[in-house]
């Protein structure tokens, strides 16, 4: 019997980082007091136009380019009719007809194998307003309404939940590293839409809409679930409805929401109160400029510096960290001691003092005295956790911080020689053991050398001399 | 070709417009938005020399404006200008499909 196969597209609403809206200058805010950023414009009161925010512009661009989309240069706006209290004007204006990007492509991995997903289209259009229902009521927050957004609408390309799981959360890396948004998906600032039919021959399925998946996993689960129900379906000599469904975390099922109506009563037309909107070379080149190096160059520079691929990642999903780090990618340090102190003591620094790197006195140069202190053997992991309040906390050096402590790091062969002989000497039984070939031996004796020293010794060099030692 | 449209075009116009319409009304429509169409269709028969879009009445290209906050609105001044309001939120009937 034939397998069936999942054929799986995506709409992604993104909304854009900008401090006014899309076409009014109201702020542009997440988690205000209700209505308290809207102005006429936003409530389509009578005789208000729209005014079209540049900055929407330079982020659709910059999204558009980094999709790899072919970008429409002369594009205008349409407007989407429709009758319900989420939009007082009766339309959203969106793009239809010239978005502001097409034919683009992300690139993908799973299971090691790359693979690219076609972007049909990435066009730009505002936001509705909040509803909440209760019994026969619905409330209105316009705080939302003309939030820009972009859409993204995928092809059909993809064929497994893991594989739609992998998009999303690349398109969430790239949009977060390029600033376009902060997509938040629990906030709602990024929400997707998931269709995805069944079939067994090349001919595809009736398809469900899976509308507002609230997480990257729920996104798998949902694509699962509703596949089952599906093949279910058709199994037992059923149609799957072409239909609108929402996915219930608490129950793990697609809940019906609306059957689709044939045919699209949107009367989209282009809007009249937007004139053509020109992109020209020099804008294209002005936004290309403000494209960071995204997360897949990064992890290829970490992994290239010897920085291990778990690590790496777990700096991606830090921005601010792989910012800092950026910064010395070409100073010649070792990246590997630097990404070690940024994702471990630093870190849990940060969290507990509940800052970011840019409010402590943590500057560049303490920062690489510190890596090259380290990597020479100057300290060590135990001097530098003792240093590090004062490192993020005062304005002094380094080598002043260490004065200041009485720390003395013994890199001195021949004293650490005498201390090392007096440490076997009192532990004769351990030294027996090693000689038999109890290889862990060394580890207690390493422990006993560096307690005797208050863990002022050169980790490197203790080893190296006790090894000598027992060898002998 | 009928000379008019059918009842239930009508009424799905009727209902996109959110409008109520009496059996005379549909009737009467029936005719006149038929006519309408029909001449929209005349329209469409000019033969264009350019197949350029006019999308406004200017061809001047649009002129954004910065990222620069302006003036809101007072939200008890909104509440003045809605049916219903609760609090600092728009009252409506219960939307559904949501």
């Given at each position: 019997m034939a397998e069936y196969k999942k054929t799986i597209g995506i709409e992604i609403h993104t909304e854009l980082k900008t401090k006014t809206k899309i076409y009014s200058n109201s702020v542009n805010g997440y988690g205000k007091t209700a209505n308290s950023n809207v102005n006429v414009v936003d409530l389509g009161y009578p005789g208000t136009l729209p005014t079209l925010n540049m900055e929407v512009i330079r982020l659709a661009l910059k999204a558009a380019l980094i999709l790899n989309c072919e970008i429409n240069r002369d594009m205008h706006f349409d407007r989407k009719n429709y009758f319900y209290p989420d939009l007082p004007k009766g339309y959203q204006i969106t793009q239809a007809e010239t978005p502001i990007g097409v034919n683009g492509y992300v690139e993908i991995e799973v299971n090691g194998e790359k693979k690219k997903i076609r972007i049909h289209d990435i066009h730009i259009e505002e936001d509705t307003c909040k509803s909440i229902h209760?019994?026969?009521?619905?409330?209105?927050?316009?705080?939302?309404?003309?939030?820009?957004?972009?859409?993204?609408?995928?092809?059909?390309?993809?064929?497994?939940?893991?594989?739609?799981?992998?998009?999303?959360?690349?398109?969430?890396?790239?949009?977060?590293?390029?600033?376009?948004?902060?997509?938040?998906?629990?906030?709602?600032?990024?929400?997707?839409?998931?269709?995805?039919?069944?079939?067994?021959?090349?001919?595809?399925?009736?398809?469900?809409?899976?509308?507002?998946?609230?997480?990257?996993?729920?996104?798998?689960?949902?694509?699962?679930?509703?596949?089952?129900?599906?093949?279910?379906?058709?199994?037992?000599?059923?149609?799957?409805?072409?239909?609108?469904?929402?996915?219930?975390?608490?129950?793990?099922?697609?809940?019906?929401?609306?059957?689709?109506?044939?045919?699209?009563?949107?009367?989209?037309?282009?809007?009249?109160?937007?004139?053509?909107?020109?992109?020209?070379?020099?804008?294209?080149?002005?936004?290309?400029?403000?494209?960071?190096?995204?997360?897949?160059?990064?992890?290829?520079?970490?992994?290239?510096?010897?920085?291990?691929?778990?690590?790496?990642?777990?700096?991606?999903?830090?921005?601010?960290?792989?910012?800092?780090?950026?910064?010395?990618?070409?100073?010649?340090?070792?990246l590997v001691i630097a990404s070690n102190l940024l994702l471990g003591d630093i870190s849990a620094y940060l969290n507990k003092m509940g800052t970011e790197l840019e409010n402590t006195k943590l500057t560049d140069e303490k920062f690489i005295d510190l890596v090259q202190k380290l990597d020479k053997g100057d300290i060590n992991s135990k001097v530098f956790k003792d240093i590090l309040d004062d490192v993020m906390e005062k304005d002094t050096t380094i080598d002043e911080i260490i004065a200041s402590k009485g720390i003395k790091i013994i890199n001195d062969p021949s004293a650490l020689k005498t201390i090392i002989s007096n440490v076997l000497e009192s532990n004769s039984a351990s030294v027996t053991d090693y000689k038999n070939g109890n290889t862990r031996a060394i580890k207690f004796l390493m422990g006993q050398i560096m307690k005797e020293t208050k863990g002022s010794a050169n980790p490197e060099l203790v080893n190296k001399l006790l090894e000598e030692e027992l060898n002998k | 070709m009928s000379d008019r449209l059918t009842k239930q075009e009508v009424l799905h116009v009727a209902r996109l417009a959110r409008i109520n319409v009496t059996e005379e009304e549909i009737e009467k429509y029936q005719v006149q938005l038929k006519q309408l169409l029909d001449d929209v269709d005349k329209i469409k028969e000019v033969k264009l020399t350019n197949e350029d879009r006019l999308i406004a009445p200017v061809e001047e290209k649009t002129v954004c404006r910065e990222d620069e906050q302006g003036e809101m609105l007072d939200p008890e001044e909104i509440m003045k200008n809605v049916p219903s309001s609760n609090g600092n939120f728009v009252e409506v009937p219960v939307m559904i499909n949501e």
């Open positions: 209760y019994k026969h009521h619905s409330f209105l927050d316009f705080n939302r309404a003309g939030v820009p957004l972009v859409e993204i609408v995928t092809e059909a390309d993809m064929h497994s939940s893991e594989e739609a799981m992998a998009y999303v959360e690349k398109l969430r890396e790239l949009f977060l590293y390029a600033d376009i948004s902060d997509c938040k998906i629990e906030e709602g600032s990024m929400r997707c839409d998931v269709n995805i039919s069944v079939s067994k021959t090349s001919e595809l399925g009736t398809r469900a809409e899976i509308k507002n998946i609230g997480s990257i996993s729920n996104i798998g689960r949902a694509i699962e679930k509703e596949a089952a129900r599906q093949i279910a379906l058709i199994e037992n000599g059923k149609e799957v409805e072409f239909a609108t469904y929402r996915y219930d975390e608490k129950q793990d099922e697609t809940v019906i929401m609306r059957v689709k109506e044939a045919g699209n009563d949107y009367r989209y037309f282009p809007e009249p109160d937007i004139p053509f909107v020109e992109i020209d070379d020099e804008l294209i080149a002005e936004v290309k400029k403000t494209i960071p190096m995204l997360a897949g160059e990064r992890r290829e520079r970490y992994v290239a510096a010897g920085i291990s691929l778990l690590n790496a990642n777990k700096i991606i999903q830090n921005r601010n960290l792989s910012n800092y780090l950026n910064k010395f990618l070409d100073s010649g340090i070792n | -």
